[in-house]
């Protein structure tokens, strides 16, 4: 069997920007030209470059003032979005159940085992969490 593999490098590239602040000297660097570099024609063959996705900003002394960890911000927003959306998952399929008591159906039924599926590992709301 063959497999097509895209191997992701990190690369970095360092320009100097006259600003007021970290913050600003952020976003001038996002919105200058290096942020979206170009590669030479021949190694635009084999290598493809995508856009700025993080900037880390040093003053003149080179000591860090700032570091965006754009990915990283994401992925911690992301995380507390999917718990934020995962506690109310199950205040819905609590109320669903009690539903479902009172008057069984099969819709309920249906998202109760969606529910466990992908929230509970089989466990009924009450027990989790
Ligand atoms: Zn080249």
Do not use: W
């Not at 159906?105 to 466990?123: A, D, I, N, T």
């Amino acid at each position: 069997m063959e497999y097509n593999v895209s191997l992701i490098f990190s690369a970095d590239m360092g320009i100097t920007v006259n600003a007021d602040s970290p913050e600003e000297a952020a976003e001038i660097a996002y919105s200058s030209d290096q942020a979206t570099p170009s590669l030479c024609h021949q190694c635009a063959n084999d290598v493809n470059l995508g856009d700025c996705v993080r900037v880390i900003v040093y003053d003149s002394d080179d000591n860090e003032v700032l570091d965006d960890g754009f990915e990283r911000n994401q992925i911690t927003g992301l995380s507390a979005r999917i718990a934020e959306l995962e506690q109310l998952a199950k205040e819905m399929a609590e109320g669903i159940e009690r539903e479902q008591r009172i008057i069984p159906s099969v819709h309920f039924e249906r998202l109760l085992s969606r529910y466990r599926e992908v929230c509970g590992g089989g466990k009924s709301p009450q027990s989790i969490g």
